[in-house]
């Protein structure tokens, strides 16, 4: 399997395409100053205790106050409770944990309002980014992930993950850990750790370190109700962790973002830099690649599927219904027992890369075809396993029911990616009323007249749909060479084929775009 990661910033945030084989497998967003993302450390205010829930409300300055869960306080939060109280009076034990000492586990089965009090200051991790009216869930069980290791604070505990079967591996990599991890630090040993040699994890686990003290020395100067600590940026975060010697390339469109990746790479997986290379081609990156026209086709209502059979996907709040339909695939000459099965084990497949692409999370019941034999379910259940073993998000699937629907709960953390995947009208914009087309010409023509006259702008980047932008740049006397004689300056145009017919934007030399 051939995997590439394709990256595209722009002004407004970075979009990460994950690719398999030419196919478009996960889309990741991060915008510019995103806060409230999985792993940010804030200094919590406890707002308000509830003992019905067992839980209580965290000010983290968010519109809405964060949700903390007794189960969530983790085991150890007294001695982080005590940690925060010493630095924040400014008694002076060190950045790491050895003069601490460590106060006993919580009651598994106790009162949140015994542990936590009305304003009180308590570290809080982002478990949960907001997701629709909901504001973030949150831990103060804290971690910090590298690429090998995951350093847990207050624990003297080493677990290997379950993934790494070969007990002499598990015992050499317990064995390196427990010789260079500080006292009073876990360490979770990652499946990306098999085969890795003292060097590699010694240098992970001293990076996480070196967190943790930046993170301790900015405890006692953070205002409450901020961010004392942030993850990486997302694509960093994901690069991080699924790079494997299975990715072939990974595209940056910028510059600036490729010396960064590149560099990280570089300190974490030095043999794999060379893959890291930056696009140079004048078509947009994820037009080049053909993700654009994917995107469109995967995140409609409907799926169609290469055999003729389709999926209807609906979201409600409390959970995504995905219906399977045979379509034109009933006019097979097999029989019905064995057309269900092919459908049904081509809709898993599809199914399985959606919700990794959509990234739904929480409840997704699946309407397949029904099918009479025992035999076959099973045959399709365990299919469907195999292929969610890819899926990076925790998750769990039950066996058909009798009337053929299979429940999957996945693990959700981030607000579920949806993409508006049909277009404004060209004539109304989506107004219901025409605009005479006859003037969009003398609209741009205006606009670049202020631009570059009024604002004295230079490099300036004109951007339109691709009939416009043939219909300025065609021909020996065209509209763009008419330009530059009339200011003076070459101005570029570039299509997009995502705008409707009569959009168009400006473009700065700075690659920002200009607001009229």
Not at 96 to 115: P, R, T, Y
Not at 176 to 200: D, H, L, M, W, Y
Request: glycine fraction near 6%; proline fraction near 4%.
């Amino acid at each position: 399997m051939v995997k590439e990661l394709i990256i595209n910033s722009t002004p407004a945030g970075v979009t990460i395409a994950l690719i398999e084989d030419k196919q478009l497998v996960e889309l990741h967003k991060e915008q510019i100053n995103t806060n409230y993302a999985v792993g940010d450390i804030y200094l919590g205010r406890i707002k308000k205790i509830m003992p019905g829930l067992n839980a209580a409300f965290v000010d983290v300055g968010y519109e809405k106050d964060a949700f903390l869960h007794y189960f969530d306080l983790g085991p150890q939060v007294q001695s982080l409770i005590k940690l925060t109280k010493i630095k924040r009076n400014g008694s002076v034990t060190g950045t790491l944990l050895d003069n601490l000492k460590l106060e006993a586990d919580i009651n598994k089965a106790g009162k949140i309002s015994d542990v936590l009090s009305k304003n009180m200051l308590l570290p809080v991790q982002i478990a949960k980014e907001p997701i629709s009216t909901k504001g973030p869930r949150l831990s103060s069980d804290i971690s910090i992930a590298g690429r090998y290791v995951v350093l847990v604070p207050f624990s003297n505990t080493i677990s290997v993950s379950k993934k790494i079967k070969s007990n002499t591996e598990r015992n050499r990599l317990k064995k390196i850990i427990e010789s260079i991890k500080p006292q009073n630090f876990g360490v979770i040993i990652r499946t990306v750790s098999e085969g890795r040699g003292v060097a590699e994890m010694q240098k992970d686990l001293l990076d996480l370190i070196a967190k943790w003290e930046n993170f301790i020395k900015k405890i006692p100067s953070t205002e409450p109700s901020k961010r004392v600590w942030g993850e990486m940026d997302r694509s960093s975060t994901l690069i991080r962790d699924i790079l494997n010697p299975d990715f072939t390339n990974v595209y940056v469109s910028t510059p600036e973002l490729y010396d960064d990746i590149r560099s990280y790479v570089h300190d974490i997986s030095p043999e794999m830099e060379k893959i890291v290379k930056l696009y140079k081609q004048k078509e947009p990156i994820f037009d080049h690649f053909g993700i654009e026209k994917q995107i469109k086709n995967a995140f409609g209502k409907t799926v169609n599927l290469p055999g003729g059979a389709y999926l209807v996907v609906e979201h409600t709040e409390a959970l995504h219904v995905i219906d399977v339909n045979s379509g034109n695939r009933t006019a097979s000459k097999e029989n019905q027992e064995e057309n269900a099965l092919q459908v049904n084990k081509e809709a898993a497949k599809e199914i399985a890369r959606q919700l990794r692409l959509r990234d739904m999370g929480g409840i997704v019941v699946i309407d397949f075809i029904d099918m009479h034999k025992p035999t076959n379910r099973k045959m399709l259940f365990d299919y469907l396993r195999e292929l969610m073993l890819l899926d990076r998000a925790k998750h769990t699937i039950l066996p058909p029911s009798k009337f053929g629907l299979v429940q999957i709960t996945r693990q959700r953390v981030r607000p579920e990616m949806n993409i508006v995947t049909v277009e404004k009208c060209p004539t109304c914009d989506g107004t219901g009323e025409i605009k005479a087309s006859i003037v969009l010409m003398d609209d741009i023509e205006n606009n670049l007249n202020y631009i570059l006259r009024e604002q004295n702008e230079k490099g300036v980047t004109l951007c339109v749909h691709p009939y416009i932008e043939a219909y300025i740049t065609k021909g020996i006397f065209n509209l763009q060479r008419r330009w530059f004689f009339k200011y003076g300056q070459w101005i570029k145009v570039k299509a997009q084929s995502s705008y409707h017919l009569t959009e168009f934007h400006f473009i700065s030399s700075k690659d920002e775009e200009i607001k009229l």
